[in-house]
């Protein structure tokens, strides 16, 4: 069975530039996840899908991040413009229904920017 | 009150020795209680995971104990082996249906010397 699948796995921007991450969760998973992971932190989760709908996007910073979910299986978060801070790991984990303890996490995409 | 702490930031043990991580939290309504495993490029990975209503869980050579009385578990790691060298995270989750969620510790980085 596939994991979960993430791209790009590294990316480097300039600041003010738009960047996109994509996620392909695992088969029949219905729920999924994108976090920011810093150096040396736990990840923090930025918004929660159950199918299409977006059930938590509280810790979203809405002025500049974006997310989708099209169709219920993959998803984008987009962020423009990229700000110095935005400098992370942006992890994609996706679970069955409600079993928020036990997901399963992509390898991330670690976003430069300069 | 969402938080858990965990401790210590950073830990070396030698090989064959026993590694042990501690959290601990303040929300009582926290009803699992899973740890992460996290190797460096990759995501965290679910190693272990505890109900409050139990003491004790041992999973080859990984033991979580459970202190619900003191708000305090730990993961311990017998006769550590270099392969264990990674960053382990502890998490909390609570909540109901589309409303449940989970919350990480800041992470301990295990190094185990050959």
């Known amino acids: 069975e596939a994991g979960v699948v993430q791209s790009p796995r590294y990316k480097i921007i300039e600041k003010k530039q738009p960047v996109a991450f994509w996620c392909n969760p695992i088969s029949g998973h219905n729920t999924l996840y994108w976090y920011l992971q810093n150096l040396g932190q736990g990840p923090e989760l930025l918004i929660r899908y159950e199918n299409e709908e977006a059930v938590d996007d509280s810790q979203l910073p809405k002025d500049r991040f974006s997310a989708e979910r099209l169709k219920g299986v993959d998803s984008t978060l987009k962020i423009q413009p990229a700000e110095l801070g935005d400098s992370a790991v942006y992890l994609c984990a996706s679970s069955l229904g409600g079993r928020v303890h036990e997901q399963y996490f992509g390898p991330g995409t670690r976003l430069t920017v300069t | 009150q969402q938080q858990v702490k965990q401790s210590p930031q950073s830990l070396i043990v030698q090989k064959g020795g026993i590694s042990i991580i501690n959290c601990a939290y303040e929300?009582?309504?926290?009803?699992?209680f899973p740890w992460y495993q996290q190797f460096p490029g990759k995501g965290p990975a679910l190693l272990i995971a505890i109900r409050p209503d139990v003491s004790e869980k041992k999973e080859g050579r990984f033991t979580i104990s459970f202190n619900k009385s003191a708000k305090q578990f730990s993961l311990h790691i017998m006769d550590s082996q270099p392969g264990d060298s990674a960053t382990y995270f502890c998490a909390a989750s609570w909540g109901s249906g589309s409303a449940r969620q989970l919350t990480f510790g800041s992470g301990t980085q295990l190094t185990v010397l050959p």
């Open positions: 929300n009582t309504a926290f009803d699992y």
